[in-house]
């Protein structure tokens, strides 16, 4: 397992839900240290997605989808419920699982409720019908959707914005990533 990896190095990430991958992204590593991995998601990376959009994500086949423009800068803290996806107009926070490592990239589970910072401090939630719905499906446990919540309560709280990273930009030489082998 890797301890850590290189910057510019091309990773593979998958969420997995009770053992079954339900997205899968590449990545390109941005920084990786204790505290710390940062993925660039160029635009047209190789990305596998669930089927039928505006659906739960669990049990779909999956069908090639690459990342749209003008890709994104993710910032994953070491063992944190969530990631900080920068954007040019606000801070999207994605809630997932904390991430974990495999040889070649990572592991997590988006847990679909979503947040948007906006610039000027404004809060707004994003999918919290498809988290309800994912409890009433049997996907999700309340136990689970209430951690999740928990989670997204601690971020409006410590409002951890600027980050420190808004005028980062990709290394121009970095690969590209490919098709992860095995999906298809
Ligand atoms: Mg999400």
Redesign the pocket.
Known sequence: MAESFAVGRAIVVRHVWRGRVFLVWTAVVAHDDTNLLALWIPPGAPCLRPGVRDALPYEQPLVERPWHAPGVLQLWARGAAHAIWLLDDAWYV???EPFRRRDDGVETA?????LVRARDGRWSW??EHELEAAVAGGFVSPEEAAGVHAEAERVVAADPFPTGWENWEPDPSWPAPSRPAGFF
């Open positions: 994605n809630l997932q988006d847990q679909l409720l979503d994003k999918d």
